[in-house]
């Protein structure tokens, strides 16, 4: 119903105005007016108690005396008299509601009881809500302006959500005078219902929607945003200008929204990791939404570019090379070639420089050789006026040009009036035009970053070097005992006994209590040895002579023990000292930082980069979100300097890469498990081309967690894998096989799978008999958000290894109402009960997740299936030569 509303809001034949007015300075006026003056075709209710007729309309009292069931409702009355208004609503079944009124959540204790109020009723009513403190919306392909901005834009292929209404405005009269074009123009506001993640699970599923634009202050639920945004990304770019990235902004945003704007860098992997592209000004924004949408996006960061003025092409050169891309290196044929054609005088290396009085033959024979170039990505067409330069010309002569390997073509034409009627030709045929070079050039490299980003997300991951089997329970048990303690730091060998139950390595080491253990525990570990003191309330250990360093005899330790606890009595008297670390001294050439901290909108991040003493000089880290795999973590570690050491430099050997994101896959794993972990610092972690091992760590726990509770993995912003679907069954012919839900590293395997399918398996499956199993196609199948979908793969394993034999899946709505089932055997396996276990084992994870209801499509000649379905009471639908199937939960 909830969906069915969101449709009815943004699609709406009726709509009321409560508030509406015939005073011209009021709100209420100009919502009501603006739906009139745009030509709504639909039906519109003005609600005021005073009024009979508003701007020429029949007026009336109160929403529950509309004549019928309205579908959008705005409200424009005081903030007081909302929450009753917003229930009128709901007891109404209207469809929707835009509460342009401020004077909640950013106003005060009042305002935050009279948001308290709105959400209650939100919650009791299937009502959508827009708002409050808003602008409201714009349809102009409907003829709807369900806001108060003055203008209405012209029709177009964008969505663009603001969650300033002021910003919002603003940016819709900029974007009417750059004649950008909207499909959806909408300002959110405070989000009491309708958010970010609602917005892009609609508009990703509407047509006439290209590509989707966010202005972003704040963020209330970043797991549902992060599950639309990754479910859209690949198909519809999601373009994000995130403002409060300093701390001053972060403040306005605060008393702006009542919203906290959250650590800036956080944000920057968190849209990374969904695929967003975020960019840092409105023109960057609208650039490169217009260009996603017509050009094809490039492969590589080569860009050629072709100039009749040699200041303009210097101009981007120096940008290209700024923001990350390089100057295609052109081929020589290439070289002799443009030679042939062009004048002598002209340059004939990239920059290709035409002169002043280049003319379209030029413009035609350069462009037409950069885009035969194997070594061009791209291409950026500059054009200036000159006496001699025809624009329209030119115009029509490049983009003749056959364009074979689709190249992205982007073209900037200086000048205003002396070159419009030019920049009118190449938008009829697609190519993005720019008014200066630094604006083409920043959207190529965007391009090519929102490119290579997706491509780097739904690589098939490589599988973990060896099995990983954490002991959990050791870990937990550990930490209870602390909290059981009313402790909230662990002392660093409690740290590292819980690193070590993750397999991360810790020095050979033991906890000594007086210096006779010191000295056997030394002997049993070889000198030389460290000894640390280890007192939970001391963090700082160096900095009171709480650390002894290369000790090579008995007496050495023995005396460095008691200096030890006498330095830190002397310091904090009344401290618990637990006794003295006794380790083995290690030493290697790479000092790294491997952390972690719970962020307030996120969860828990990893931080990686350079670590010990010079972490806070150079402050080399990269963030991510967990969970990793195995390529995640190669690019948190490649994201870094020291990554350029690592690898090895200079002759100097590097250390093993693998490792390090193994590492790096098991830290993840940890910070997943325990939501009482409030941050995790090991620093430094030492390492070589023999191996790495844990110096010196801590773990901080949470006390707000522990104190509330959590439910396993609701502390992170992306669902990590599901490993409570993992079930052992036996097939009838006594076959064990595993079922678990799929990986991103089972693309191979699905493969394999898809070639043992007969034409008529893959009829049944897929509708059609598929030859081959792209790449493309295998990504979707196995990278996955487990939070709306479940796939359940079927794995043996015999002489030859491990196999897929089967897949089942549930692909469920946003809401995890309803949801697809589809299930395949490979030939091979079928007539063994397996399409059975698969489609119960389905039924039973459906009804774990709450979903109310299957639903499925069925070949009307697909016997089997349809056996197995109506044994389990699944109501048949005949639609032509297919059953739609249903079963209600």
């Known amino acids: 119903m909830r969906e069915e509303n969101l449709y009815r809001l943004f699609n709406p034949r009726s709509v009321a105005v409560v508030g509406a007015s015939n005073k011209p300075d009021r709100v209420g006026y100009a919502l009501i007016k603006n739906i009139i003056d745009a030509g709504f075709k639909g039906k519109v209710y003005p609600v005021n108690q005073k009024r009979s007729r508003v701007i020429g309309l029949k007026a009336y009292p109160s929403v529950s005396s509309l004549p019928e069931m309205t579908d959008l409702v705005l409200i424009a009355t005081p903030a007081e008299t909302v929450p009753e208004i917003l229930k009128q609503c709901g007891k109404a079944k209207a469809g929707g509601v835009i509460i342009t009124s401020s004077g909640f959540k950013e106003s005060g204790i009042k305002g935050k009881q009279l948001d308290r109020q709105l959400r209650q009723i939100v919650q009791k009513y299937p009502i959508r809500v827009v708002g409050p403190n808003c602008l409201g919306f714009i349809r102009p392909s409907m003829d709807l302006n369900a806001s108060f901005a003055s203008q209405n834009p012209s029709p177009g292929k964008i969505a663009f959500i603001s969650q300033s209404g002021a910003l919002g405005a603003a940016i819709l009269d900029w974007a009417i005078r750059q004649k950008i074009g909207f499909s959806y123009f909408i300002s959110i506001g405070e989000m009491i219902d309708v958010d970010f993640a609602d917005l892009i699970d609609y508009l990703g599923n509407d047509s006439t929607v290209s590509s989707i634009l966010l202005y972003m202050e704040s963020l209330t639920n970043s797991r549902r945003f992060l599950s639309a945004a990754r479910a859209f990304a690949s198909s519809k770019p999601i373009i994000v200008l995130k403002a409060g990235i300093s701390p001053e902004g972060a403040q306005a945003a605060l008393s702006h929204t009542g919203n906290l704007a959250g650590d800036d860098t956080v944000f920057d992997a968190a849209f990374q990791r969904a695929g967003i592209l975020r960019v840092d000004r409105l023109d960057e924004l609208f650039n490169c939404a217009n260009a996603l949408a017509v050009e094809k996006m490039p492969e590589g960061n080569r860009l050629a570019i072709v100039t009749n003025a040699g200041g303009a092409a210097v101009i981007a050169a120096d940008t290209l090379v700024e923001r990350g891309g390089c100057l295609a290196k052109l081929s020589a044929s290439t070289v002799k070639e443009l030679k042939k054609a062009l004048p002598s005088a002209c340059r004939c290396k990239n920059p290709i420089d035409l002169l002043g009085d280049a003319n379209e033959v030029r413009y035609r024979e350069a462009v037409h050789c950069c885009l ?224 972690s901290k719970k962020d307030s909108l996120f969860g828990p991040v990893i931080l990686f980069g350079m670590g010990g003493v010079a972490v806070e000089v150079f402050k080399d880290v990269n963030v991510g979100l967990p969970p990793l795999n195995m390529m995640l973590a190669r690019r948190l570690i490649e994201g870094t300097k020291i990554y350029n050491l690592l690898r090895g430099y200079r002759g100097i050997k590097g250390v093993n890469l693998d490792s390090v994101a193994y590492l790096l896959y098991k830290f993840a794993y940890l910070v997943m498990d325990f939501p009482e972990i409030k941050e995790i610092d090991i620093n430094p972690f030492a390492i070589d081309e023999i191996g790495g091992v844990v110096l010196d760590a801590e773990i901080v726990l949470d006390q707000a967690a522990i104190k509330v509770g959590t439910k396993p993995y609701d502390h992170l912003s992306i669902s990590p894998y599901p490993k409570q679907y993992e079930k052992m069954v036996n097939l009838k012919g006594g076959q064990r096989v595993l079922l678990r839900a799929v990986k991103p590293e089972d693309e191979p395997l699905e493969k394999e799978l898809f070639q043992t399918f007969s034409d008529e398996t893959k009829r049944f499956r897929f509708f059609s008999i598929i030859k081959e199993m792209t790449h493309e196609r295998l990504t979707r199948y196995t990278h996955i958000d487990y939070d709306r979908e479940v796939a359940i793969v079927a794995e043996i394993e015999n002489h030859e290894g491990k196999k897929l034999v089967g897949v089942g899946r549930l692909i469920a709505d946003p809401y995890n109402k309803d949801a697809e089932f589809a299930l395949v055997v490979g030939d091979p396996w079928q007539g063994q009960g397996l399409g059975s276990m698969l489609t119960d084992y389905l039924i039973k994870i459906a009804r774990q997740r709450r979903i109310r209801k299957l639903y499925a499509y069925l070949l009307e000649d697909n016997q089997v299936m349809a056996y197995i379905l109506r044994k389990r009471r699944f109501e048949f639908t005949r639609e032509g030569e297919m059953f739609n199937v249903r079963l209600v939960l």
Request: aromatic fraction near 8%; charge should be positive; proline fraction near 6%.
């Open 372 to 595: 035969k170039d194997h070594n061009v990505d791209g291409i950026l067409v500059i054009l200036t006026p000159q006496a001699m330069t025809n624009p329209v010309k030119i115009a029509k002569n490049i983009t003749a040009l056959p364009n074979e390997q689709q190249k992205t073509f982007l073209a900037v034409w200086m000048g205003g009036d002396k070159v419009s009627a030019g920049i009118r030709v190449l938008q009829s045929r697609g190519i993005p035009v720019f008014s200066f070079p630094e604006q083409a050039v920043e959207t190529f490299i965007h391009m090519y970053s929102y490119y290579a980003n997706l491509k780097l997300l739904y690589q098939t991951p490589p599988n973990i070097p060896e099995e990983f089997s954490p002991d959990t329970l050791s870990a937990r048990k550990l930490i209870s005992r602390v909290i059981t303690g009313k402790r909230f730091i662990l002392a660093e060998y409690e740290t590292k006994r819980v690193l070590a139950n993750y397999g991360i390595p810790v020095p050979r080491g033991g906890l000594a209590r007086n210096a006779s253990e010191a000295v056997n525990l030394a002997k049993k570990i070889g000198y030389p040895v460290a000894l640390k003191i280890s007192a939970p309330a001391i963090v700082h250990k160096t900095e009171i002579g709480g650390v002894k360093l290369d000790l090579i005899s008995s007496e050495a330790v023995q005396s460095g023990f008691l200096e030890v606890i006498n330095n830190c009595r002397s310091c904090f008297p009344d401290t618990e000292i637990q006794g003295v670390l006794v380790e083995a001294m290690i030493s290697k050439r790479y000092e790294l930082l491997v952390g």
